[in-house]
């Protein structure tokens, strides 16, 4: 019964920006700390950033300064909006659900940023 669905990947020029979307169902949202993760062919899944359920985010290195994770608990979403893409932010995007020992994953959207 436990759902995440990850939307707004596409095709972005380099410099372009993106905001994935990440629609939960089937959990208490609020009380769930929540991730962006991507993978790019041939490589291992990295973390993003996250939003904690109380409201503070944590961002990876290469993300720093160009990302912001938010969410909208009364719409048990939350985003990723990516400013000054490049060709090596190109992967799967994932959302994470996660409280306590229970995680949950959604399928991913890609995203496609070419040199």
């Known amino acids: 019964q436990v759902q995440l669905v990850e939307s707004g990947g596409g095709l972005v020029q380099p410099g372009g920006s993106l905001r994935l979307s990440c629609a939960a169902s089937g959990i208490i949202f609020s009380l769930y700390d929540m991730s962006w993760y991507r993978q790019a062919p041939g490589n291992e899944r990295e973390l993003v950033g996250t939003i904690t359920s109380g409201g503070n985010t944590y961002y990876a290195d290469s993300m720093k300064g160009r990302s912001t994770i938010s969410r909208n608990n009364a719409e048990n979403s939350v985003y990723l909006q990516m400013n000054n893409l490049k060709p090596e932010d190109t992967a799967v995007y994932y959302c994470?659900?996660?409280?306590?020992?229970?995680?949950?994953w959604g399928q991913g959207t890609q995203v496609i940023v070419p040199s």
């Open positions: 994470k659900a996660g409280k306590g020992w229970n995680t949950y």
